[in-house]
């Protein structure tokens, strides 16, 4: 109900503004989890296009030459950075896009993760930083930041959109504080299909185990799953969750084989569609915690 | 490491190594006389084009239905067999032969379903359905696969003496009366139900591999269409054992280790088989006569 009179005050809101469809900005983003956070920000001041759409993966994402025109329309870019979308700089120089391209991420503490790889262990940047409430805060102001220079003449709703979605963010981070520490400390323990959650584990005190690496791109072998099993049993891990974009077949046969049942679905590098549980930023957190927390409590 | 230990422990220890294993097996019970027949038509390339003329049909039915097992099954076995059906009457009526109207009726179902897939905008990991892994085989899989295998083993019974007359004389069985089409059309859905169940396991490119490579390497040993058979069941049987177990103890992915190492098989057939292998050719042996 509350959201209903909440699109309706918004959309009464848009009808009152006083911008001409034309003055929009027009604005791409990488992900729908940016894509997200920048029309929050933007509101009417902007058309938000999406790359990467819900439950989309930005890892193994190939755009299309319809992404290259979009791109090419654009007023302004906004990436996450760290190594997620290693395909941007490819199609920006494609389309031949010159306008700014906003890494979301910038001044972020990054984690780096050991991945192995047949046998050889690389170190690369943890690009899932948004995981991380207090991240999305410094995501907050470098959006908040770019459309100003963008737009100067709208620079008091920015700030004024940005400073009420910093709030709720930090709500929401005290909100996962609170509700992870009623977790006994030896039970934060999950597993799950993709390794997205480093930020989030090192935020709030989960240890996140994982059957694949870092990128969704390898196969996972008869010997990984072995090795995962055996941990299952070893650790006596009951949390174990599917991930929206990595087969959960795979994960299906792991807890068939060692008794546990599943957690449900976690959204950690995409959204969910507009009616799914997990439609924006936020809902993501609110999705997932319930959730952790359900699974790390039947932990032994 | 023991003999134990490299062998027997792994599929002891761990209950989706036996699923795999018994997934391997059952589809090369079937998908092995399935090649033999392929072989002997000269329709060894036909399995690969079916393959991909299944995709489009599974993609379908995981966008309408999400990760069923029937879905996509239904969806791949009905888009095989238009195609299989389509090319048949197609190269039945007109002057064009079989292949090539194949090659235009599966071209077009794989631009269908590829069409489809990137139409409908969401980048889920379709490879990982569509490429399969026999890791993540489940119980419904299993019966799927094992249903489908004994029916081809049964239908292949029923069928064996008209369908070789039909593999090394079409002209003799439409004289005799026997219905050679009727044959012809039975095998083909054969063909495509084999493809299916291997796509539930391996993915729809390693069932091929599993039909194919063993029914070619069995090509070198053996002449009888019964023992073509068994020699490819056996080399298929390997293939999935070792392949199993490699991806087990190095770490490999599992559906590329089944198809290499049936592969090597192959290779190894090439050159030492009994029946026109390399040596046999380049160095025969003196025939003595007693």
Redesign the interface.
Request: proline residues 6%; charged residues 10%; aromatic residues 16%.
């Given at each position: 109900m509350t959201r209903l009179l909440a699109a309706f005050s918004l959309a009464l809101a848009l009808l009152a503004s006083p911008l001409s469809a034309a003055e929009k900005l027009k604005i791409v983003a990488s992900f729908s989890v940016l894509g997200d956070m920048v029309k929050q920000i933007a509101g009417s001041h902007a058309d938000v296009t999406t790359l990467v759409g819900p439950n989309g993966d930005a890892h193994t994402f190939e755009p299309s030459p319809s992404d290259a025109k979009t791109i090419a329309d654009a007023d302004l870019v906004f990436i996450n950075g760290l190594g997620l979308e290693r395909w941007m700089q490819g199609l920006a120089k494609s389309a031949g896009y010159k306008g700014p391209l906003t890494i979301a991420s910038e001044g972020v503490k990054t984690r780096t993760m050991v991945e192995e790889e047949e046998g050889n262990n690389q170190t690369v940047t943890d690009p899932h930083a948004w995981q991380d409430l207090e991240n999305g805060l410094i995501y907050v102001n470098n959006i908040v930041a770019a459309l100003t220079k963008a737009d100067p003449a709208d620079e008091a709703d920015y700030k004024f959109a940005g400073d009420a979605f910093a709030a709720t963010l930090k709500a929401l981070d005290a909100n996962v504080r609170e509700q992870i520490s009623t977790v006994p400390r030896a039970k934060r323990r999950v597993i799950t299909s993709h390794d997205a959650f480093g930020y989030f584990g090192a935020a709030y005190g989960v240890k996140f185990l994982a059957p694949e690496g870092l990128s969704t791109e390898s196969e996972a072998s008869a010997g990984d799953i072995a090795k995962l099993i055996a941990q299952i049993k070893r650790e006596g891990i009951k949390a174990l969750f599917i991930e929206n974009v990595a087969d959960p077949r795979m994960i299906e046969m792991i807890g068939k084989e060692t008794g546990v049942k599943l957690g449900g679905a976690l959204y950690s590098d995409a959204l969910s569609p507009p009616d799914g549980p997990a439609p924006h930023y936020v809902d993501m957190f609110k999705n997932n915690v319930p959730k952790l927390i359900a699974g790390m409590m039947d932990n032994e | 490491m023991d003999v134990y230990g490299l062998l027997i422990e792994?599929f002891l220890?761990?209950?989706?190594?036996r699923?795999?294993l018994v997934a391997c097996l059952a589809l090369s019970l079937g998908c092995g006389p399935i090649g033999i027949f392929l072989v002997l038509r000269r329709m060894s390339l036909m399995g690969d084009a079916m393959s991909h003329a299944i995709l489009p049909g599974a993609a379908v039915g995981f966008l309408v239905a999400g990760?069923s097992l029937w879905a996509m099954g239904a969806g791949g076995l009905i888009a095989g067999l238009a195609v299989a059906v389509l090319a048949g009457a197609v190269s039945r009526a007109t002057t064009l032969k079989e292949d090539a109207s194949l090659a235009g009726f599966y071209l077009i179902s794989l631009a269908i379903g590829v069409l489809i897939v990137?139409k409908k905008?969401?980048?889920?990991?379709l490879?990982?359905?569509l490429f399969g892994?026999i890791?993540?085989?489940?119980n419904a899989s299993l019966i799927l696969v094992a249903s489908i295998t004994s029916l081809t083993l049964i239908v292949l019974a029923l069928i064996y003496r008209p369908l070789i007359v039909e593999c090394f004389d079409p002209g003799f069985l439409r004289a005799a009366g026997g219905g050679g089409s009727a044959f012809h059309i039975a095998f083909l859905i054969l063909v495509v139900l084999n493809l299916v169940s291997g796509f539930q396991a391996l993915g729809t490119l390693m069932a091929v591999g599993l039909m194919m490579l063993p029914a070619a390497a069995a090509r070198l040993w053996a002449s009888e269409v019964w023992s073509l058979s068994l020699v490819a069941i056996a080399i298929g049987f390997i293939s999935g054992i070792a392949g199993?177990l490699a991806?087990?103890?190095?770490?490999?992915?599992?559906g590329p280790a089944i198809v290499l190492i049936a592969g090597l098989q192959y290779l190894l057939s090439v050159v030492l088989g009994s029946r026109g292998g390399l040596m046999k050719q380049y160095f025969p042996q003196p025939h003595y006569h007693t």
């Open positions: - | 792994p220890a761990y209950s989706f190594m699923r795999a990760f990137s905008g969401s980048n889920v990991d490879l990982h359905v892994t890791l993540a085989v489940d199993l991806s087990y103890h190095f770490n490999l992915p599992s």
